[in-house]
């Protein structure tokens, strides 16, 4: 009889095992994702650990931008868009046109970080209406010593994201108080690795990307305290989180569409990137939510992508992160 017993429960345990086995090895295909190079690492990071896990499913991943990820996702030429900003009403008008409903996802807290040549030893810290005087449209601003008197008369090299970036909308609203106000003579790119290299090679140099990017360089790159009416604050995981480094903390996201929602491989790519996210994005740099969130999260993303009949927004409160 124990023989039995033990023979059921042993044929028990490996229809279960063959089970499990046989659904990861059903999730295959493609998965399509674009959007914010902000977002990029975590997404990646996120990509590589459902792909051991779902050998069959290929996941591409872009870096075009928020906004030229938006172009893409709002004519359901991708499944997901990384997003380092809202949508914006003219994007949500877009994705309507052409039946494209969504649900967004914040993922983690970013500080954007201003950083200087590690040869710059003069600045200290920026005040916020001394980034919006170098920054603001139209600056005059063209050396240091335009900033503060007592800086050196160098001229000043400007990096920063291009016009399609979810961080270049943040950055520029929150300094210049309109989003995509910004002088244009300065690098752009949506490559942050590219304005990495531009701050590391000169010494007189200027820019601003996600904290991940800092804290990956942080050998090459100086980081400059933010003062925003209260003292300079440097962006760290505590000031970030806890909202001391401000104005520029704020939520990054990823959003789903309806057509991606439906397919196997992007309904468990999802479940895997929330239940993973807040290690993952430690891992590359950022800051994870709270973990209610990410289950608060979950569950709106199994009710939205079940019927289909819910809010294009999650319902998260991250009035805190968005608004600090």
Same mark, same amino acid.
């Given at each position: 009889?124990? =023989?039995?017993?033990?023979?059921?429960?042993?044929?028990?345990?490996?229809?279960?095992?063959?089970?499990? !086995?046989? #659904?990861?090895?059903?999730?295959?295909?493609?998965?399509?994702?674009?959007?914010?190079?902000?977002?990029?690492?975590?997404?990646?990071?996120?990509?590589?650990?459902?792909?051991?896990?779902? =050998?069959?499913? =290929?996941?591409?991943? $872009?870096?075009?931008?928020?906004?030229?990820?938006?172009?893409?996702?709002?004519?359901?030429?991708?499944?997901?868009? %990384?997003?380092? *900003?809202?949508?914006?009403?003219?994007?949500?008008?877009?994705?309507?046109?052409?039946?494209?409903?969504?649900?967004?996802?914040?993922?983690? #807290?970013?500080?954007?970080?201003?950083?200087?040549?590690?040869?710059?030893? &003069?600045? %200290?810290?920026?005040?916020?209406?001394?980034? *919006?005087?170098?920054?603001? @449209?139209?600056?005059?601003?063209?050396?240091?010593?335009?900033?503060?008197?007592?800086? @050196?008369?160098?001229?000043?090299?400007?990096?920063?994201?291009?016009?399609?970036?979810?961080?270049?909308?943040?950055?520029?609203?929150?300094?210049? $108080?309109?989003?995509?106000?910004?002088?244009?003579?300065?690098?752009?790119? +949506?490559? %942050?690795?590219?304005?990495?290299?531009?701050?590391?090679?000169?010494?007189?140099?200027?820019?601003?990307? $996600?904290?991940?990017? #800092?804290? +990956?360089?942080?050998? *090459?790159?100086?980081?400059?305290?933010? %003062?925003?009416?209260? $003292?300079?604050?440097? /962006?760290?995981?505590?000031?970030?989180?806890?909202?001391?480094?401000? /104005?520029?903390? *704020?939520?990054?996201?990823?959003?789903?569409? !309806?057509?991606?929602?439906?397919?196997?491989?992007?309904?468990?790519?999802?479940?895997?990137?929330?239940?993973?996210?807040?290690?993952?994005?430690? +891992?590359?740099?950022?800051?994870?939510? @709270?973990?209610?969130?990410?289950?608060?999260?979950?569950?709106?993303?199994?009710?939205?992508?079940?019927?289909?009949?819910?809010?294009?927004?999650?319902?998260?409160?991250?009035?805190?992160?968005? &608004?600090?």
């Amino acid at each position: 009889m124990n =023989r039995l017993i033990m023979f059921f429960a042993l044929s028990a345990v490996f229809l279960l095992s063959f089970g499990g !086995n046989s #659904y990861a090895e059903k999730i295959a295909g493609k998965i399509r994702i674009d959007g914010s190079s902000t977002v990029f690492p975590i997404t990646e990071a996120v990509a590589e650990e459902f792909q051991k896990k779902h =050998r069959k499913v =290929r996941v591409t991943v $872009g870096i075009s931008g928020t906004g030229g990820g938006f172009k893409k996702f709002t004519t359901g030429q991708t499944d997901i868009n %990384d997003a380092s *900003r809202p949508i914006k009403k003219s994007e949500q008008e877009k994705a309507q046109k052409n039946g494209i409903s969504y649900i967004d996802l914040p993922v983690a #807290y970013d500080g954007l970080s201003v950083v200087i040549n590690p040869k710059n030893d &003069f600045v %200290d810290h920026l005040t916020v209406t001394e980034l *919006r005087k170098i920054w603001q @449209p139209g600056s005059a601003v063209k050396t240091w010593s335009d900033v503060r008197p007592e800086w @050196p008369n160098k001229a000043i090299k400007l990096y920063g994201p291009g016009a399609d970036s979810g961080t270049f909308d943040y950055f520029t609203k929150a300094i210049n $108080g309109k989003s995509q106000a910004s002088r244009s003579d300065f690098t752009a790119s +949506e490559d %942050d690795n590219v304005l990495v290299m531009g701050v590391a090679g000169d010494p007189y140099a200027l820019g601003y990307f $996600g904290y991940a990017y #800092y804290k +990956e360089n942080k050998s *090459r790159l100086k980081v400059v305290p933010v %003062d925003g009416g209260e $003292g300079p604050v440097k /962006p760290s995981e505590k000031s970030i989180n806890d909202g001391s480094y401000k /104005p520029l903390s *704020r939520p990054i996201f990823i959003y789903v569409s !309806n057509q991606g929602s439906q397919k196997s491989q992007v309904k468990e790519f999802v479940r895997f990137y929330l239940k993973n996210a807040a290690e993952l994005s430690k +891992e590359v740099g950022y800051i994870p939510l @709270p973990d209610k969130d990410y289950q608060n999260s979950l569950n709106e993303f199994e009710k939205w992508s079940n019927t289909l009949i819910g809010k294009n927004q999650s319902g998260l409160n991250v009035k805190k992160a968005s &608004f600090k």
